[in-house]
């Protein structure tokens, strides 16, 4: 059977959140045609086996695990090429993503358009660090002042998307972050929404303010690239 929604949860090492995550997800999506799909990035953890006990209780669970870690991006990737549903709902195995706030997001992608191939979380109320803060809104700034790509938040790990439109983007490392400069560049229109963001109760985030910019803007001269590279025909039609 074909589901409305595939919610695609990327997790790395995170014992202790992504069973309860799991459940929220269940309860958020409580009567709607929906799979979860957890990708386990090669934990160290407990994490894949939480997982597979909680398969028997909650039955729209499907786990994929990595032999290797990959990063975000490749499980993200991975859950998105399982996935069944015509609509992705992606969100961060640390908890941090209320899941109450993703069926919205992807009522909001399905009453829209088919132009708009994505509608982004726009955390309104961060429960992170000054520092982390700080750093994500600089890079932000300047990031969306070169790609124009209308996002305020790139790094909210909540987003809806349709899935045949993120098949046709270019695969690298990160690019979880740039998804709205990529929707765009592929031809589509892309929108945000507001969502709330909770403090992470376990575990560690798994990047530095350090190495977080530095892999945004080495990410970011590649996109440049790619999009004074792209050509797009306006569409195309069978005669």
């Known amino acids: 059977m074909t589901p409305e929604i595939s919610i695609v949860v990327p997790v790395y ?13 269940a309860a ?3 009567g709607r045609d929906y ?13 894949l ?3 597979e006990a909680l398969k028997a209780e909650l039955p729209r669970l499907r786990v994929l695990t990595h032999k290797s870690n990959a990063g975000q991006s490749r499980a993200v990737r991975t859950g998105v ?14 908890g941090q993503n209320p899941p109450a706030d993703a069926p919205k997001l992807a009522d909001a992608l399905r009453a829209a358009p088919g132009e708009v191939a994505l509608v982004g979380g726009r955390r309104a109320k961060r429960q992170d660090s000054a520092a982390k803060r700080y750093a994500s809104r600089w890079a932000n700034g ?5 790609l124009n790509d209308q996002a305020d938040d790139t790094g909210c790990g909540l987003k809806a ?8 983007l270019p695969y690298f490392d990160h690019m979880h972050r740039y998804l709205p400069a990529l929707m ?5 229109q892309v929108r945000f929404e507001d969502v709330g963001h909770r403090p992470r109760t376990t575990g560690a985030s798994k990047y530095t303010n350090l190495g977080r910019l530095w892999a945004a803007f080495s990410d970011l001269a590649g996109v440049m690239w790619l999009r004074s590279r792209a050509r797009n025909p306006g569409g195309a039609v069978e005669v």
């Open 161 to 168: 998307f349709r899935r045949e439109s993120f098949l046709l």
């Open 142 to 146: 300047i990031r969306k002042k070169l």
């Open 184 to 188: 765009i560049r592929e031809g589509y």
């Open 35 to 47: 799979e979860m799909i957890f990708v386990n990035d090669a934990s160290r953890d407990s994490t």
């Open 81 to 94: 090429l399982a996935a069944r549903g015509p609509i992705v709902v992606t969100m961060d195995g640390d």
């Open 49 to 51: 086996a939480e997982l």
């Open 28 to 30: 958020a999506f409580d």
């Open 13 to 25: 090492n995170e014992e202790g959140a992504a069973a309860s995550l799991a459940r929220e997800i």
